[in-house]
């Protein structure tokens, strides 16, 4: 991120915002396997929906991030607190994944009644993703302070909607990208979906958890 904002004026916000949420949208997440899962089983304008449901907890988050920044990275147990959930929330989600690895039973967003509505399941999944908020915080105060952005101008109305553009491209490429892999593969995803989703959460799961231990270390007097 630092590299970045290095490279990119203050004068060009759009730019920085879609750089910084694009490569944030890439990496591999439970998220966007979830977004390719529904672009196989229901089509373009459901992954669309669901991309779009994203982005509205994103820009509702980055409209406050960018008024509370300040205030939230000296909430030292609270921040803590969004850890301790989040790291709660993937191994649970894991472990469900993991049990139905043991009796044999493929998976299908097709199950859960909220995927029928790709836009609530985002706005559901996006809004329990709580530890966005301090990493937003964390990108905030580091452009504050190297003056890429400033906390007073309408500039960062023009950052959040780089942000937003940057997600948007980033879980369309994401999706489209894995459809490609799969189909020209013949995969049968649903095959391997428990075990893919039991890896992914339980790995998340295992690198927020080495984050908290490092964090409570940190604030050990």
């Not at 530890?131 to 309408?154: C, E, H, M, N, V």
């Amino acid at each position: 991120m630092k590299m970045i904002a290095a490279l990119l004026s203050k004068k060009n916000p759009l730019m920085l915002g879609f750089l910084i949420s694009l490569m944030g949208a890439l990496p591999l997440g439970y998220i966007n396997i979830i977004s390719l899962q529904i672009l196989l089983e229901q089509g373009n304008w459901a992954s669309l929906s669901f991309i779009l449901g994203i982005i509205s907890v994103q820009y509702f988050v980055l409209q406050s991030v960018n008024k509370i920044s300040g205030w939230l990275v000296n909430q030292e147990k609270l921040l803590l607190l969004i850890d301790l959930f989040t790291i709660l929330f993937l191994l649970a989600i894991g472990l469900y994944f993991m049990s139905n690895t043991a009796s044999h039973e493929n998976s299908s967003l097709s199950y859960f009644k909220l995927a029928q509505y790709p836009f609530l399941l985002a706005l559901f999944l996006n809004g329990l993703n709580f530890i966005q908020w301090p990493y937003w915080s964390g990108i905030y105060i580091y452009l504050f302070r190297t003056a890429k952005l400033d906390p007073k101008k309408k500039t960062n109305t023009i950052f959040i909607l780089g942000a937003v553009l940057g997600t948007s491209l980033g879980m369309f490429v994401f999706a489209h990208f894995g459809q490609f892999l799969i189909v020209s593969n013949q995969i049968k995803m649903t095959t391997y979906l428990n075990t893919i989703f039991m890896a992914l959460f339980l790995f998340l799961a295992l690198v927020q958890t080495v984050k908290f231990i490092l964090k409570i270390t940190y604030y050990a007097p």
